[in-house]
């Protein structure tokens, strides 16, 4: 923040999106706020309080697993319902990702908001088939994956819906740090379904490339139909290499990353077959 | 801008610049147990209980925290009253230079609230922000573990008393 001289707590979702069309970029929504402490935008000079606004929740039915968009990280790794969803990855790993004291300040809202290339909770949620819930002029519902490409400038994140089809699949996530707290030098996040040891979907996501969360549906379309073996999963391992979009940075070369991702393949397999390779 | 900040069971009022986090407020205001260090939430030095839950203030905007209830280590228990879990720290030898642990009990306080059966995973688990430059962690473990046995059986007279 450069100077901030306004606070704002929005009264309801309309009073947000009034005030934040009003301001235009000069306003920012806030979630956990961490980010607008630790990187500072010059820009912004009103701060939108939301958590007035009844976003801070976790509620269950048919359609699937809706998640307000103040919801923190400890909550949601908490709640039974998390818990249940796809193996309960996502509950175990936003009880582990960060620090004890960020997680109960870091925001679903906020981290999808702000989308920082090294956030390890944005592509889980992408591999997880996550629909977000927009609050705007209209109400508008979109897959997640779809809004990261393509972000509603001042509309509200109201809630993620993680989608009953997908709540009998099996979530993995897989982080490479140098300490256990630190970001990701490369993530690798996955929803598989299987009947009967075959493969009958996938979504896999990969980020810190170090460019934000992707979808690789040509990784998807090499497992999809083949059994849940060595074989298939060594042929995967041999083409994500090539095919998922990795860069050099500071933190680790492209060939690097290249190794990390079929590194990340072979711990999905022992995931999911039991069997170390 | 005015708000309201319910400390130790304190209500208080403080004028805040709205983009003042709550570490700075705090320690302006007199409550020097509250600790900074790397102002990054890194370290956890800082960590007070927001509504029971650990935060690290340095990354806390105080004026998230109008209306809520902050307590320090301060309002856990001091030295005329010290807490099971302070008592805890000082009996196993958890204390070195002390720097780190106003945030280390908080974090302590807040996972035993809610779990007082505590594995020693479940203590690395609620502390990993507390980092301790003495490198005192096993004794801190150790005190939590101590803590959590002395207040289950504290629970188990209270119900016996019933």
Redesign the interface.
């Given at each position: 923040m450069g100077r901030v001289t306004e606070y704002y707590h929005a009264q309801s979702l309309e009073d947000a999106f009034a005030k934040a069309r009003e301001l235009g970029p000069a306003a920012a929504y806030l979630g956990g706020g961490i980010e607008l402490v630790l990187r500072r935008n010059a820009e912004i000079t009103t701060l939108i309080d939301l958590s007035q606004c009844g976003l801070n929740y976790i509620r269950s039915d048919p359609s699937g697993v809706e998640i307000g968009s103040q919801t923190t990280l400890a909550k949601l790794s908490r709640s039974a319902d998390v818990q249940r969803f796809a193996g309960g990855s996502l509950a175990y790993w936003a009880g582990h990702i960060a620090h004890n004291n960020v997680r109960d300040m870091i925001t679903v809202g906020g981290v999808i908001g702000r989308n920082q290339p090294w956030n390890d909770v944005v592509p889980h949620l992408i591999a997880l088939g996550a629909r977000v819930q927009l609050f705007g002029e209209t109400e508008q519902s979109m897959l997640l994956a779809d809004y990261i490409e393509a972000k509603r400038s001042g509309m509200i994140i109201k809630s993620v819906l993680l989608p009953q089809e997908n709540a009998g699949g099996t979530g993995f996530l897989w982080r490479f740090t140098r300490t256990e707290q630190d970001i990701s030098t490369l993530h690798f996040s996955a929803l598989v379904a299987t009947d009967a040891g075959i493969v009958t979907s996938a979504s896999l996501v990969f980020a810190g490339r170090p460019g934000h969360a992707a979808l690789y549906p040509q990784l998807s379309a090499e497992i999809v139909g083949k059994a849940l073996s060595h074989d298939s999963f060594s042929k995967l391992a041999e083409l994500a290499p090539s095919v998922v979009e990795v860069g050099s940075d500071l933190r680790a070369t492209e060939e690097y990353r290249r190794e990390l991702v079929h590194a990340a393949i072979v711990y999905w397999e022992e995931h999911m077959t039991g069997v170390a390779q | 801008?005015i708000t309201k900040i319910v400390i130790n069971n304190v209500e208080r009022a403080f004028e805040i610049?709205?983009?003042e986090?709550l570490l700075d407020v705090l320690r302006r205001e007199g409550y020097l147990e509250v600790k900074g260090s790397c102002h990054?939430?890194?370290c956890?030095a800082c960590?007070i209980l927001?509504d029971g839950?650990?935060?690290?203030s340095?990354?806390?905007?105080a004026?998230?925290a109008?209306g809520h209830a902050v307590t320090t280590v301060r309002g856990i228990g001091d030295q005329a009253h010290p807490s099971v879990l302070q008592e805890a720290f000082v009996k196993n030898g958890a204390v070195q230079c002390g720097y780190c642990i106003p945030?280390a009990i908080a974090?302590a306080k807040a996972l035993l609230d809610e779990n007082l059966n505590p594995t020693e995973e479940d203590i690395r688990?609620?502390?990993?922000?507390?980092y301790c430059r003495c490198t005192g962690y096993e004794q801190q473990v150790e005190a939590v573990l101590d803590a959590a046995e002395k207040l289950r059986e504290a629970a188990k007279d209270e119900e016996t008393k019933k």
């Open positions: - | 801008m610049e709205p983009d986090v990054t939430g890194d956890g960590t927001l839950r650990p935060v690290a340095c990354l806390t905007l004026a998230k109008d945030g974090s688990l609620a502390m990993d922000s507390n």
